[in-house]
């Protein structure tokens, strides 16, 4: 049980602590040359989660849950201030008061990602380790909009005359806002939706269609990291996206073990 606590605790700590060091990185390049005090926030939270990934690394499977579970107050804290930040930045766009490359769907994007790690370390440190049954409606709404956020991103961020991929991005887009109705309905029919057969079956929907997607965005990134496509997307986020593909199949992955266990 305590070797799981640990294990968990340091695969969540270990993504999304670089997520959010990822994201300070991406929002610090997108405000304009007047927002220094705001540029220099975001450089702070880059230094901040640079730290945690330090301590993370003197940390193993071995390590007293004890003091993981002190880690985890610490990260949560952090987590939870980026958080705020973000709020923050989102309201300043909203009332004109700052003009930047950040769009505000981008920036309420990443705080969702934030709150969402602030709750997992929340479950952790309150004993809730494995994937439960009815949290999987909850997870993969989260996760398809995240994904369908992803696509509207890349489709904004390429160069318009890059048209096939524009095109694609659009298509995957849509095909994830449908998924995203889908998981919504199947939400409010809880909790006499979460029979296996369904829930075996929208899983193996979404994955699917996070299959293609995380196949879409590797070959974006790699060729944007050789400059074989003309776009805005910094190499850095072309990959992060990827990675939270991959993260949201690995969770996938997880859930269908769960109902698997429970036959």
């Known amino acids: 049980m305590f070797s799981l606590f640990v294990t968990r605790s340091l695969d969540e700590i270990r993504f999304w602590s670089r997520i959010m060091k990822e994201h300070a990185l991406f929002?610090?390049?997108?405000?304009?040359f007047d927002d220094k005090k705001l540029i220099q926030e975001a450089l702070?939270?880059?230094s901040l989660f640079e730290k945690i990934e330090e301590k993370l690394s003197t940390y193993s499977p071995q390590?007293?849950?004890?003091?993981?579970?002190?880690?985890?107050?610490?990260?949560?804290?952090a987590a939870t201030a980026i958080w705020a930040y973000k709020r923050k930045v989102l309201g300043l766009i909203l009332r004109c008061e700052i003009r930047s490359n950040?769009?505000?769907?981008?920036?309420?994007h990443t705080s969702r990602e934030a709150a969402y790690f602030v709750n997992r370390l929340k479950e952790l440190?309150?004993?809730?380790?494995?994937?439960?049954?009815?949290?999987?409606?909850?997870e993969n709404v989260f996760f398809l909009k995240i994904m369908a956020d992803h696509s509207k991103f890349i489709g904004h961020l390429l160069d318009p005359s890059e048209r096939k991929l524009v095109d694609?991005?659009?298509d995957f887009s849509h095909d994830f806002d449908q998924l995203v109705f889908q998981a919504l309905d199947l939400d409010s029919m809880r909790p006499q939706s979460e029979t296996t057969p369904i829930l075996d079956q929208f899983l193996d929907q979404n994955r699917v269609s996070v299959v293609s997607l995380r196949d879409f965005k590797k070959a974006a990134r790699d060729l944007i990291e050789a400059c074989r496509i003309k776009s805005n997307i910094h190499p850095?986020?072309?990959?992060h996206v990827f990675r939270e593909a991959e993260r949201f199949l690995h969770i996938i992955d997880m859930y269908e073990n769960t109902l698997l266990s429970n036959k």
């Open 125 to 138: 440190n309150a004993g809730k380790l494995e994937p439960r049954a009815d949290d999987i409606i909850k």
């Open 236 to 239: 850095l986020l072309a990959d």
């Open 44 to 46: 702070e939270f880059v």
């Open 63 to 77: 390590s007293d849950p004890e003091e993981i579970k002190r880690f985890n107050i610490q990260v949560y804290q």
């Open 168 to 170: 694609q991005a659009r």
């Open 27 to 32: 929002l610090s390049l997108g405000f304009s």
């Open 102 to 108: 950040n769009y505000a769907l981008l920036v309420d």
